[in-house]
């Protein structure tokens, strides 16, 4: 199904004014025929009141086919089951009265711009972690769609990246329709199908790389290990979820503008063993810093000592200043001095 755009129909001011002359002319005929019905003649009489009725019961009918449009909206157009065309152009624009304006989408709710829920009325579903609701509301008459770039935030879901962690994610994703009918009559309802399509290559894309980068995995597929991860690749992750929500949704007519990553974080029930992760593989790495850093400065200290020949030391005693100078630069707590006022043996 393509998209046909009508043009030439912007004339409903024109039929607007027609209508209203109809009107007020058929309400002058009933009016002049119950004047003058004693007067002319029985039978032109009877056919000015009938006229008049006519186009007063009538007339309305003709109204039915005046169309406003704004910027930026849409209305697709069927003709007793058959696709006629799309009104793209903003105007004021009068077609068939019998076109029936098509929108499966009209009544569907979701957490995303445009989607402003009546208080009062509504029955809230889950679609596939986006809470959606289909609002039972009596205003069904709006079947307009709508050509802006929309945001849909879909809820958080919890999935399990690369290595089997829990993690929870959230993504926001902006979108448009760029064809009409392919949104209207290609899938029964575009917004579920696009918040579904969401969820589905959110989880494809996230199995995929680890929550932070860890050894020997491929995020690429090239078969090569690499450092891509969800933390430290958010871009890359970003734009390899847009593409995989595109190819999906291809075919509803709908273009993805941008997708990215809202929220991200360790399931709650492996957050704290996780922190504590990250803390003991902080302190291991200040460990190693602070024992490069006092191994040089001893190896610095006895070079200087036998430059300038301050001392000779054997081999003994230069093994128990290593071990007293690494106590002192190593500990976590300053040196408490020990003044030895003999021998050192």
Excluded at 27 to 49: E, F, R, T, W, Y
Excluded at 335 to 342: D, I, L, R
Aim: charged content about 20%; aromatic content about 6%.
């Amino acid at each position: 199904m393509n998209e046909k755009v009508l043009s030439g129909k912007k004339n409903g001011m024109s039929v607007l004014f027609l209508v209203i002359a109809a009107y007020i002319i058929g309400i002058l005929l009933i009016v002049l025929s119950g004047i003058s019905m004693d007067q002319a003649p029985a039978p032109l009489n009877i056919a000015g009141l009938v006229t008049g009725i006519l186009i007063v019961s009538l007339g309305w009918i003709f109204l039915m086919g005046l169309k406003v449009l704004k910027p930026q909206e849409a209305l697709v157009l069927t003709l007793f089951g058959k696709y006629i065309g799309t009104l793209k152009e903003n105007g004021f624009y009068y077609v068939n009265p019998f076109c029936v304006g098509v929108n499966p989408a009209a009544k569907t709710r979701l957490s995303q711009s445009g989607d402003v829920s009546e208080p009062g009325t509504g029955l809230t579903a889950i679609v596939n972690g986006a809470q959606a609701a289909s609002m039972l509301s009596t205003d069904y008459s709006s079947k307009k769609l709508s050509l802006k770039i929309m945001t849909l935030n879909n809820s958080r879901q919890k999935i399990n990246d690369c290595l089997g962690n829990p993690i929870e994610i959230g993504i926001a994703v902006t979108w448009r329709i760029v064809d009409t009918a392919k949104a209207v009559f290609n899938v029964d309802n575009y917004k579920e199908f696009l918040s579904l399509q969401c969820d589905s290559a959110l989880r494809h894309v996230v199995r995929i790389y680890p929550y932070d980068v860890a050894p020997n995995v491929d995020t690429t597929g090239d078969g090569v290990a690499d450092e891509g991860s969800l933390r430290g690749s958010s871009e890359v992750v970003a734009l390899r979820i847009r593409d995989e929500i595109q190819t999906r949704v291809k075919e509803a007519g709908i273009e993805i503008v941008e997708a990215r990553i809202t929220y991200l974080a360790y399931a709650p029930e492996i957050a704290a063993v996780m922190l504590q992760r990250q803390q003991a593989s902080a302190i291991i790495d200040a460990r190693k810093m602070i024992v490069d850093g006092a191994v040089g400065m001893v190896e610095m200290a006895l070079e200087r000592l036998n430059e300038k020949d301050v001392v000779h030391l054997d081999e003994e005693r230069k093994a128990a200043m290593v071990s007293n100078l690494l106590v002192v630069l190593c500990g976590n707590h300053d040196a408490q001095p020990v003044v030895n006022s003999g021998s050192l043996y």
